[in-house]
């Protein structure tokens, strides 16, 4: 079994920033392909950024140049830097890892990743 625990999220005006870090334990977890993730309400949840155990990173568009992903191996943590954040960046932000493999590949569905953290929310206003 793999636990994840994110913190870091808050309330923010638009053009701030905010940095997200996900904590990763358990018997099983061997630093695997790493991602974040997030939820709007009324939406589905849309996968942002992911990073492989080598450090190989991906984005989509809509963070691309905004948000960077970040992994500490050895203390077995995620971490997401999120600058310019937009009121539409609002939503509930989700660590979660596939132990299945160590790298990220573009097109792994979101509900490919196996063990999720419990979210913490992220409140952009205008």
């Known amino acids: 079994q793999v636990q994840l625990v994110e913190s870091g999220g808050g309330s923010v005006q638009a053009g701030g920033s905010l940095k997200l870090s996900c904590v990763a334990s358990g018997a099983t977890y061997n630093n695997p392909c790493m991602g974040w993730f997030r939820q709007a309400p009324g939406k589905e949840r849309e996968k942002i950024a992911t990073i492989s155990t080598g450090g190989i990173t991906n984005y989509a568009i809509s963070v691309k140049g905004r948000f960077t992903i970040s992994r500490d191996n050895a203390k077995n943590a995620l971490f997401l830097q999120m600058n310019s954040l937009q009121p539409e960046d609002t939503a509930m932000y989700y660590c979660?890892?596939?132990?299945?493999?160590?790298?990220?590949?573009?097109?792994?569905?979101?509900?490919?990743?196996?063990?999720w953290g419990q979210g913490t929310q992220v409140t952009v206003s205008s």
């Open positions: 979660a890892a596939d132990t299945r493999t160590k790298y990220c590949g573009i097109y792994t569905g979101v509900w490919r990743y196996n063990y």
